[in-house]
């Protein structure tokens, strides 16, 4: 049993380890928690007034959007522009430019950036672009932004210590890897993804690693199939593989609002940024990457951005104004159906033909639409309804009305 009334804190705030007096081995016990390299875990808790004077402040990578020292994930379905939007964010932060010209970047801070898929061609391409939408040059980024095409393995150990020493020398203060699923299970025997136990202490080993150099880790990654085609904001539950939506403190997510129609460059996106601390926002994100010419010439990189809740509004006004020219249309059709049906009533059998219940058929639309029709047309003044008597069952007379045009002086035929 733990003598609980012996445990202190020390001047440091730490409290002072529990040695249960009765264990066998103490002074191993003892060297164990103070030695964490040995098993990997130390017991060292804070008290709380240790824990509630620690300055705990973020600071922002990106306003709004990315803040330092935290995991971030950006994911979306293949073809939705990930690693073009994951660049401006690298270039943004390496430049102290504002990213997709919306967010800023407080500072410029260096920069890593591993990549597995894209190739150096399209990357080099890509930043170009981007360089040039922001108005700087490729050459002004100089060492702030390092590139490497070889993506370490995140279940070697060998390669993670590799990648510690080399982020600590080269003073990198935010490291990108692009795509994890290369990465996160490459080298890896027996780790399934859909495992949540088995992935999480890779994710979290990793994150260890850049965090005790100070660097922020991003990782960008893909979604679900499914999400692909709801063309709505994702959230994390979006993101494939078990224990990367538990993983990310923060994350960006985009999603095309409209299909790409191939051949025009341009992209209607959705974007979703959020995370921990507090922030968040949705956007309507509208890239256009121009057209590619014979030379390889002929593309560039302009964006608009825009909050969700204007462009639904827009949709929604868009919407009304359309089924409202609809309605306008069909009114008319209507209107032109029964004016037509009056004139050959009227003309094939003089007064009296022209009823309600002959309009509806020989108008051939419905009940609701004829009365309507009419109603419209007797307010304008375009047809004028008379009560008349006309032939019932059995010779009887009964009272209808009946119509005709508004500038009608005479029933013809009659």
Not at 2 to 7: G, R
Request: hydrophobic share 35%; with cysteine; aromatic share 6%.
């Amino acid at each position: 049993m733990i003598d609980t009334e012996s445990a202190s804190a020390n001047g440091n705030g730490k409290a002072e380890p529990l040695t249960p007096p009765e264990a066998p081995n103490a002074t191993q016990s003892q060297q164990a928690m103070a030695s964490p390299s040995r098993i990997g875990f130390c017991w060292e808790p804070l008290n709380s007034r240790a824990f509630f004077e620690r300055d705990c402040r973020q600071d922002w990578l990106i306003r709004r959007a990315v803040v330092k020292d935290q995991p971030l994930v950006i994911g979306g379905p293949q073809k939705t522009l990930k690693t073009s939007i994951a660049l401006d964010l690298c270039i943004s932060i390496a430049s102290g430019t504002p990213w997709l010209g919306e967010f800023p970047a407080p500072q410029p801070m260096r920069v890593a950036i591993f990549s597995g898929e894209s190739g150096e061609f399209t990357l080099q391409e890509t930043g170009r672009r981007i360089c040039t939408a922001k108005g700087i040059t490729p050459e002004a980024l100089e060492d702030k932004l390092l590139w490497q095409f070889c993506l370490p393995q995140l279940s070697n150990d060998d390669q993670l210590k590799a990648l510690r020493v080399g982020l600590k020398r080269d003073g990198v203060q935010v490291v990108i890897i692009d795509p994890l699923y290369l990465s996160l299970l490459a080298g890896a025997v027996g780790i399934k993804a859909e495992n949540l136990f088995e992935t999480g202490p890779l994710l979290m080993h990793i994150t260890q690693i850049c965090h005790s150099v100070g660097a922020t880790l991003i990782l960008v990654h893909h979604t679900t199939k499914p999400s692909a085609r709801k063309n709505e904001p994702l959230d994390l539950t979006d993101l494939a593989f078990s224990g990367i939506a538990e993983f990310a403190r923060q994350f960006i997510l985009v999603n095309r609002r409209e299909p790409f129609e191939p051949g025009s460059g341009k992209h209607n996106l959705w974007l979703v940024v959020g995370g921990s601390v507090g922030h968040s926002g949705q956007y309507a994100l509208d890239i256009d990457e121009g057209t590619l010419a014979d030379d390889f010439t002929g593309r560039c990189w302009s964006v608009a951005i825009k909050r969700a809740t204007d462009v639904r509004s827009a949709e929604r006004s868009k919407r009304k104004a359309e089924k409202e020219q609809q309605r306008k249309i069909q009114d008319e059709a209507d209107e032109a159906a029964v004016m037509d049906a009056i004139d050959q009533l009227n003309k094939r059998g003089g007064k009296g033909q022209a009823t309600k219940t002959r309009l509806r058929n020989a108008s051939k639309i419905s009940e609701s639409r004829t009365d309507k029709a009419l109603e419209r047309l007797t307010l304008d003044k375009r047809v004028q309804a008379e009560s008349v008597e006309v032939p019932g069952g059995q010779g009887a007379k009964q009272t209808a009305n009946i119509y005709r045009r508004g500038d009608a002086t005479s029933w013809e035929g009659a």
